[in-house]
């Protein structure tokens, strides 16, 4: 089956401070990645969508200067926390469809930040 | 309200039950209904999908789609304490790619 990767799996750093997560499909291509954030007990809540070669889609509420999205490829998308505040912490997934799929989005493994 | 409802939990159950997940939603243009299962601090896995109305069974899962009463469902039979996780449903339209997920139901299997 498809394989969503994400690095690291967890990560402390100090208030102030820019974060990066990487996600990236290792035997597929995707044209389109999310970005999910997901609080203790809690849905997952969409943060944005991101397609290769494009500007990254953002939620309602999410501020995009914060969040920065990257996606330089076809398998590599590339999220960052900037000036993280304890607020932030929290389980970051991404996902990914590949070219062929109409439906089915893979999901990497998370990765937990916590802000000090 | 939420457009996708889904009841937290804990269900908690014996090994070899029939466990019955449900959830419900209020956007009629939802098409494409999917359930994954989230083992604590990982990411979610895809279970079941369905598309439209209708009934799709695999293995000792089954996912019920009723759109005239916006119910989606998913059935385990003969339930393990391997399947113990959290499970969410999530649905979108044709126009959408991204998904709308429900809270999440809590199960555990008891041995």
């Known amino acids: 089956g498809a394989v969503v990767s994400q690095h690291p799996s967890r990560v402390i750093c100090k208030s102030g401070t820019s974060v990066k997560i990487e996600c990236r499909s290792l035997?597929?291509?995707?044209?389109?990645m999310f970005w999910y954030r997901q609080f203790p007990k809690q849905s997952l809540m969409l943060m944005a969508t991101?397609?290769?070669?494009?500007?990254?889609?953002?939620e309602q509420g999410v501020e995009k200067d914060k969040f920065l999205i990257n996606h330089a490829s076809l398998t590599l998308s590339t999220l960052t926390v900037t000036s993280a505040h304890p607020e932030d912490s929290s389980f970051y997934i991404c996902?990914?469809?590949?070219?062929?799929?109409?439906?089915?989005?893979?999901f990497g493994p998370g990765t937990r930040l916590t802000v000090t | 309200q939420k457009e996708v409802e889904q009841d937290p939990g804990p269900l908690s159950v014996p090994e070899g039950a029939i466990v019955s997940l449900n959830c419900t939603y209020s956007?009629?243009?939802?098409?494409?209904f999917m359930w994954y299962r989230q083992y604590s601090r990982k990411g979610p896995e895809l279970l079941m999908y369905?598309?439209?109305?209708g009934n799709k069974e695999d293995g000792r899962f089954t996912a019920q789609v009723d759109k005239s009463s916006k119910y989606i469902s998913l059935f385990i039979r003969d339930s393990q304490p391997s399947d113990s996780a959290t499970y969410l449903c999530?649905?979108?339209?044709?126009?959408?790619?991204?998904?709308?997920f429900g809270s999440g139901t809590r199960l555990q299997v008891q041995p």
């Open positions: 369905t598309y439209s109305s």
């Open positions: 999530a649905m979108r339209d044709t126009g959408r790619r991204a998904l709308t």
């Open positions: 956007n009629s243009a939802f098409q494409y």
């Open positions: 035997d597929f291509q995707a044209t389109t």
């Open positions: 991101s397609n290769e070669g494009s500007k990254a889609t953002y």
């Open positions: 996902s990914a469809r590949g070219v062929w799929a109409s439906y089915e989005q893979y």
